[in-house]
């Protein structure tokens, strides 16, 4: 994986004397440039495939948290639909009966 240290880096005013068209050109290319002000990195010029690999490791990596947050906390057990629907005071007819539009149904 690239990290700050492995980009070119440039100056705000290296990369103004660079000019846009030439940054752009070199992002197609694959370069990825980090751009400085004071000697703190403040921005990133990278291609937009470059983009779509991190946007989609970022989805893996959420996915990997969502993963790992379920198998950590997850104590076995298990709940039936209709137990749940019980604990909060509905049956399974009455939840049907409601979707169908049968309004006499809750008196049965």
Same mark, same amino acid.
């Given at each position: 994986?690239?990290?700050?240290?492995?980009?070119?880096?440039?100056?705000?005013?290296?990369?103004?004397?660079?000019?846009?068209?030439?940054?752009?050109?070199?992002?197609?290319?694959?370069?990825?440039?980090?751009?400085?002000?004071?000697?703190?990195?403040?921005?990133?010029?990278?291609?937009?495939?470059?983009?779509?690999?991190?946007?989609?490791?970022?989805?893996?990596?959420?996915?990997l948290a969502l993963v790992? #947050?379920?198998?950590?906390? =997850?104590?076995? &057990?298990?709940? $039936?639909? +209709? !137990?749940?629907?019980?604990?909060?005071?509905?049956?399974? #007819?009455?939840?049907?009966? =409601?979707?169908? &539009?049968?309004? $006499?149904? +809750? !008196?049965?």
């Amino acid at each position: 994986m690239t990290s700050l240290t492995d980009l070119h880096a440039l100056t705000v005013t290296e990369a103004n004397s660079r000019g846009i068209a030439r940054l752009v050109k070199d992002a197609e290319n694959g370069e990825n440039v980090v751009v400085s002000r004071h000697g703190t990195p403040v921005a990133a010029v990278i291609g937009v495939s470059r983009l779509g690999e991190l946007q989609e490791l970022e989805r893996d990596l959420r996915d990997l948290a969502l993963v790992l #947050t379920r198998a950590a906390t =997850d104590t076995g &057990g298990r709940t $039936d639909l +209709d !137990a749940a629907f019980e604990r909060y005071g509905y049956t399974r #007819t009455e939840l049907e009966s =409601d979707i169908a &539009g049968d309004p $006499d149904a +809750d !008196a049965r």
